[in-house]
């Protein structure tokens, strides 16, 4: 049986954070998963390089954007690393791989009048590379509920695809295949979405050369939504590759619920056009929250570093977090304060306590060496038949995309083994002669158990696994999904060894600021910084803490920000500092976009002398740092009031 498996590719235009590492988490659970259980795997991610967003953010960075995605796309490659992420194949829309694909594919709707020219006149939004008729608009903004920032007119010359001649079918396919579209909240609307009328689609762009060229007019490059839901099959190598022909269709396709519509409507239909065969599942899963309730991104000012969260709590707990606190139809709320409650509560001291106090008993009581069990009870046999129920729910969620409700039953088997344990008290079986016999029965239970759930914790924490497999002589051959349906399937004589705590008890004091600076010091960064040494400017002559008192550093709220008539570099930003509205003015115009400050709490000096800039007084300055062309306002990730002090 084959199983392929994809995430969406994801956009390089900033470093790559825990918002964006659940998707790739859950599939390669997944993608584990059917591993064990002997399907033939194929898992794809990768990145969607051809992005107008992409030129935009690589020239405010004085760079060429190959050069800057080739970066960023080490940061993502660097990240699953990290997360212990078991892709088979990394699609860049940048290869001749790609490129190769989507203009055959561009060619043949277009000969088969599936494409057309046109001239289109539209709302466009850069951030989210979407065009919008005005009657959709909010406010005169985008009205994407993540994104709200202005859009620009655009009127150019372009190719269209024909979405409404496939629109009928599409809603049939939808309809007749219950499970395409998970899960049924997406499905009702995409149904609705549908039902209402489908526009033709933009598909080419002429306004900036960034891209893939139309091979039959240049001057128009291939618009990103239809270049890029094509790396699904370019990187099987369609339509003539083993890989294609292997693998296609995919199982399922999975993604945030911002993107369903581009796969559950755009990519269908191209599919349909092409007479190729539809994806089975399109599974659109909710987004992570901050504790404050906004989605976890960069433009929000909310990202934590995911190699510091690494370095500090393991790959594995921050795997169980993600694939734990999101549960299906809903978004997940995360928090560093979560992170750590859950780290403590399920694994150390539920699952950890477990493999830790049965294998000092072991270890205690016989030498270390698995016994021979004796005749089980019907407190065993009660254990193997949950065991059995534990591995049939496990098997059943996965199957439904659900890692949350697979991870709430595998911990129903960890709550009852801590219970077998206190049940049957082996501390006080040793110390009677009559009961050695059953003192070994129980011990025997113990290892058998944790041989279980080493392999129902495999997709989800694929380190945990080797460590517990290692601490109780268990060879990797037992590493089988069949086999965590089996009891009594270790020998005698095998030997445990107690190594370290599998997860430590975390106290978030326990982390300094020395070892935040250390932590952040080891971070992996791209080859281009390992190998060039920086410079930097020399730091300039002590002051004494007398003057520094003189800077009075504020917290200030952005309250609106436009750009400076008749000048590139100049931002006039309204903004709220201890109740009271002030302005300034700050050459930061050509690194931030007016709306991606607004609603931010930065930093300002609130006491400097007002100046005039080009006929404006600016009352004080915002602080930023920069380097070598890049430059980043300093951004507070908690909400503190307007006027607090910076000390």
Not at 205 to 232: C, E, S
Not at 366 to 387: D, F, N, W, Y
């Amino acid at each position: 049986m084959k199983y392929y498996i994809t995430t969406p590719i994801f956009y390089p235009n900033a470093s790559p954070h825990i918002g964006t590492a659940y998707t790739t988490v859950a599939a390669d659970a997944f993608a584990r998963y059917h591993r064990l259980k002997g399907h033939d795997v194929y898992f794809l991610t990768g990145t969607d390089e051809n992005a107008q967003k992409i030129v935009r953010t690589a020239e405010s960075q004085g760079m060429e954007p190959l050069a800057y995605v080739d970066g960023v796309v080490e940061r993502f490659k660097a990240l699953w690393e990290e997360l212990d992420i078991s892709y088979d194949d990394f699609i860049r829309t940048t290869e001749e791989r790609h490129h190769e694909v989507v203009k055959k594919i561009f060619t043949k709707l277009y000969e088969q009048g599936d494409i057309y020219k046109s001239e289109y006149e539209g709302w466009y939004c850069t951030p989210c590379e979407t065009f919008w008729t005005e009657n959709k608009l909010i406010d005169g903004k985008c009205p994407n509920p993540d994104c709200g920032r202005d859009v620009e007119l655009l009127k150019e010359e372009s190719y269209f695809f024909k979405l409404s001649k496939y629109q009928d079918a599409l809603l049939r396919h939808i309809k007749d295949h219950p499970d395409f579209i998970q899960p049924a909240s997406r499905r009702n609307e995409m149904i609705k979405f549908i039902e209402g009328g489908l526009e033709d689609l933009c598909v080419s762009r002429t306004t900036f050369q960034w891209g893939i060229q139309v091979p039959f007019n240049p001057k128009h490059v291939v618009y990103v939504w239809l270049d890029a839901l094509i790396n699904y099959i370019s990187a099987l190598g369609y339509p003539d590759g083993e890989l294609y022909q292997r693998y296609w269709p995919a199982e399922v396709h999975l993604m945030g619920k911002d993107i369903v519509r581009f796969h559950a409507v755009i990519w269908p239909i191209i599919l349909m056009a092409l007479d190729v065969p539809l994806p089975k599942v399109v599974y659109g899963h909710g987004w992570y929250l901050s504790k404050e309730g906004g989605k976890i991104s960069k433009s929000r000012g909310n990202v934590q570093d995911s190699f510091k969260l690494i370095r500090r709590y393991g790959s594995d707990a921050i795997r169980y977090f993600l694939l734990r606190e999101m549960q299906v139809g809903t978004d997940g709320a995360y928090s560093e304060d979560s992170l750590v409650e859950r780290l403590n509560s399920d694994l150390a001291n539920d699952l950890g306590n477990f493999v830790s106090r049965s294998l000092a008993m072991i270890v205690k009581y016989r030498g270390g060496v698995i016994p021979k069990a004796g005749e089980p009870t019907e407190l065993e046999a009660e254990l193997r038949a949950l065991g059995q129920e534990v591995v049939a729910k496990v098997e059943e969620r996965l199957e439904a995309h659900d890692p949350a409700g697979a991870l709430e039953n595998l911990w129903r088997l960890v709550s009852r083994m801590n219970k077998y344990v206190d049940e049957t008290a082996p501390w006080t079986l040793a110390k009677q002669e009559g009961q050695q016999e059953r003192l070994d029965t129980v011990l025997h239970t113990f290892a058998e158990a944790i041989r279980v759930l080493g392999i129902l914790c495999a997709p989800f924490m694929p380190k945990l696994t080797g460590k517990m497999f290692r601490q109780c002589g268990i060879s990797d051959e037992l590493l089988a999904w069949e086999a965590a349906k089996e009891w009594d399937v270790l020998g005698e004589g095998i030997q445990v060894q107690r190594g370290e705590a599998l997860f430590p008890r975390i106290d978030l004091a326990q982390f300094s600021i020395e070892e935040e600076k250390a932590s952040v010091n080891e971070i992996k960064e791209t080859p281009a910084v390992e190998e060039n040494k920086v410079e930097f400017e020399p730091i300039k002559e002590e002051i004494s803490i007398d003057d520094f008192a003189k800077i009075d550093l504020r917290v200030a709220k952005v309250l609106h920000a436009e750009k400076v008539e008749k000048t590139d570099k100049l931002l006039k930003l309204e903004i709220e500092v201890a109740g009271k509205p002030r302005t300034i003015v700050s050459g930061i115009a050509q690194h931030y976009a007016p709306e991606d400050l607004v609603g931010k709490h930065v930093v300002i000096v609130a006491n400097l002398k007002p100046a005039k800039l080009r006929g404006i007084t600016s009352e004080g300055m915002i602080l930023a740092a920069s380097h070598e062309g890049v430059l980043e306002v300093l951004v507070l990730d908690k909400e503190l009031p307007a006027g607090a002090r910076v000390k």
